[in-house]
């Protein structure tokens, strides 16, 4: 019983000895150091943002423009020419046989 009351003793001078500590202070040069190179590392993410959302507004541009350049091109009507073959034309272009020219 004895030894329950000397530890719960000895833990409350522990405590009551922590309260009469004085609290730490920090390096002011060191604290000024580390805010400073905190914010030199942190970039907001508003400012990468705006850049993401400038490029895919650029990048959706080029789409649209290819898009109309692609349909103004389809959009043509293509002129079909036709031309009237007879017969014997037909077999000589098929055999090639309309140049002049020996071919052996």
Same mark, same amino acid.
């Given at each position: 019983m004895k030894n =329950?009351?000397?530890?719960? =003793? +000895?833990a409350e001078q522990t405590l009551n000895s922590l309260d009469n500590l004085q609290q730490v202070e920090a390096? #002011? !040069?060191l604290d000024a150091k %580390?805010?400073?190179r905190m914010q030199v590392m942190y970039r907001p993410p508003a400012v990468t943002? +705006? #850049?993401l959302m400038l490029r895919l507004a650029g990048v959706l541009c080029? !789409? %649209?423009c290819l898009n109309i350049a692609t349909y103004m091109v389809l #959009? +043509?009507? =293509? +002129? *079909?020419?036709t031309k009237t073959i007879n017969? *014997?034309?037909a077999f000589a272009d098929a055999y090639g046989l309309n140049n002049n020219a020996n071919s052996y």
């Open positions: =329950k009351q000397d530890l719960e =003793k +000895q390096n #002011k !040069f %580390i805010l400073h943002a +705006q #850049k080029l !789409f %649209i #959009k +043509q009507p =293509k +002129q *079909a020419t017969g *014997a034309d």
